[in-house]
């Protein structure tokens, strides 16, 4: 089956720092791919909607300028947490679309830990 | 907007006996899909079953089947043969087909399997 795989793991980083998250689409060409926050014990929430080669679609409360996301080729998204602040200490996990647009495949999620 | 309900925060059943989980879902578009996702302590998602609503028969996985009530609005998963690995947070998801892709998730359920 496709795979997906989103690094760091787990990143631990200062208050007031930007922290970087790869999505990769591994075997398969994803024209789209999601973001969600996941707050403990919680559900997914999806915070955008990545198209390769065009600007991301926030939904309703996240801040774009604060949540960047670059889907600048067919494999890769990218979403940069900027200043983070302890708040923004979450389980962050991507998805992937395949290119037939039936099935979404998950990353392995980020733990996000601001100090 | 489509809302995705989980009654049910905990369950818990014995080992080998079967449990069904509830989720009930709010839409006036009438192509999508239906999911159950489990995720277990490693975070990482699982597609568990997935449900076509243009089809009237229930989607079934092994021991994993579903009842799909398309006029009542649920889409319910019921678990046979309850094994200790099946522990998990478990996630009822919908996806418009018409609008992008992206899944909405319900709560989610903890199920706790005891030996």
């Known amino acids: 089956g496709a795979v997906v795989s989103q690094h760091p793991s787990r990143v631990i980083c200062k208050s007031g720092t930007s922290v970087k998250i790869e999505c990769r689409s591994l075997d398969f060409q994803a024209t789209t791919m999601f973001w969600y926050r996941q707050f403990p014990k919680q559900s997914l929430m999806l915070m955008a909607t990545?198209?390769?080669?065009?600007?991301?679609?926030?939904e309703q409360g996240v801040e774009k300028d604060k949540f960047l996301i670059n889907h600048a080729s067919l494999t890769l998204s990218t979403l940069t947490v900027t200043s983070a602040h302890p708040e923004d200490s979450s389980f962050y996990i991507c998805?992937?679309?395949?290119?037939?647009?039936?099935?979404?495949?998950f990353g392995s999620g980020t733990q996000l830990s601001v100090l | 907007a489509q809302t995705v309900t989980q009654s049910q925060p905990e369950m818990s059943v014995q080992e080998a006996e079967t449990v069904t989980l509830s989720c009930t879902y709010d839409?006036?578009?009438?192509?999508?899909?239906l999911f159950w996702y489990k995720q277990p302590p490693s975070r990482q998602m699982i597609l568990v079953i997935r449900?076509?609503?243009?089809?009237?028969q229930n989607a079934t996985e092994n021991r994993f089947s579903v009842n799909f009530q398309k006029a009542a609005k649920s889409f319910s998963l019921k678990i046979s043969d309850s094994q200790l690995g099946d522990t998990a947070m478990y996630f009822c998801a919908f996806m418009n087909n018409n609008a992008g892709n992206m899944l909405t998730f319900g709560g989610g359920t903890r199920l706790m399997v005891k030996p």
């Open positions: 998805s992937a679309r395949d290119q037939y647009g039936e099935k979404l495949f």
């Open positions: 839409t006036s578009e009438n192509n999508y899909y």
């Open positions: 449900q076509e609503a243009y089809k009237q």
């Open positions: 990545s198209n390769e080669g065009s600007k991301a679609t926030y």
